[in-house]
């Protein structure tokens, strides 16, 4: 059985870092691209991050480019992103998802809730 | 990036009752859409692939389909299980995208 579990979430003031982390189990981790995508209270589905398959390719969407880093350890079955210089905004559950052909997320992680409060 | 507009943004309905959700692309996506169930608390749980292409494990009942700019996913004889929140998805071009969902509650 596909599981994504996500962790690493919290209570974190404004401008701090923090880090979630996804193992990934009951598939061949190392053969699928992964994304990282967040959902603010009562909000649409927003796209964050993506990594390819050996790491040599990242990308990001602009709101997050420059703060947020993706990598994965395909050794440990886990891919995690380092979250910086975080903003209220940034106050969201988030989710790491398994990339299908093209641009499908076939399988998703429970998700693990950020919040960024003075 | 491509746009994706749902519509409606809400729906009401009764067990047993046949619905369609609507989902307009900003350009064409050549049937590169995926529609997405999520329950309040759960993540998004992909239902649908290449507008019409049922993901494993999902009922028939569900169903797609469309062209070009606009694709629409219909639910017949709804159940209790499938009052839910539900997105669609740009999978033709990078980044994802979705629309801002439809919330389909109980009449």
């Known amino acids: 059985e596909v599981q994504l579990v996500e962790s690493g979430g919290g209570l974190v003031q404004p401008g701090s870092s923090l880090k979630v982390s996804c193992v990934a189990s009951g598939f061949t981790f190392s053969s699928y691209v992964m994304h990282w995508f967040r959902q603010a209270p009562e909000n649409g589905i927003e796209w964050l991050a993506y990594i390819n398959t050996d790491s040599s390719s990242t990308h990001y969407a602009e709101t997050v480019k420059g703060r947020f880093t993706i990598s994965r350890d395909n050794a440990k079955n886990t891919v995690d992103m380092q979250l910086s210089s975080l903003r209220s905004e940034d106050t969201a559950m988030y989710f790491c998802?398994?990339?299908?052909?093209?641009?499908?997320?076939?399988?998703w992680g429970q998700g693990v809730m950020v919040t960024v409060s003075s | 990036d491509i746009q994706m507009t749902q519509s409606p943004a809400s729906l009401s309905a009764s067990l047993g009752e046949t619905v369609t959700i609507e989902c307009l692309a900003s350009e064409d996506i050549y049937d590169i859409l995926a529609w997405y169930q999520q329950k309040p608390g759960k993540s998004p749980q992909l239902l649908i692939y290449?507008?019409?292409s049922l993901h494993t494990g999902v009922p028939s009942r569900f169903s797609g389909s469309g062209s070009g700019t606009q694709y629409s996913l219909k639910i017949n004889s709804l159940q209790p299980e499938d009052f839910a929140s539900y997105y669609c998805q740009n999978g033709l071009s990078a980044p994802p995208t979705f629309g801002a969902g439809t919330k389909l509650e109980l009449k």
């Open positions: 290449d507008a019409s």
């Open positions: 998802a398994r990339g299908a052909y093209y641009g499908y997320l076939d399988y």
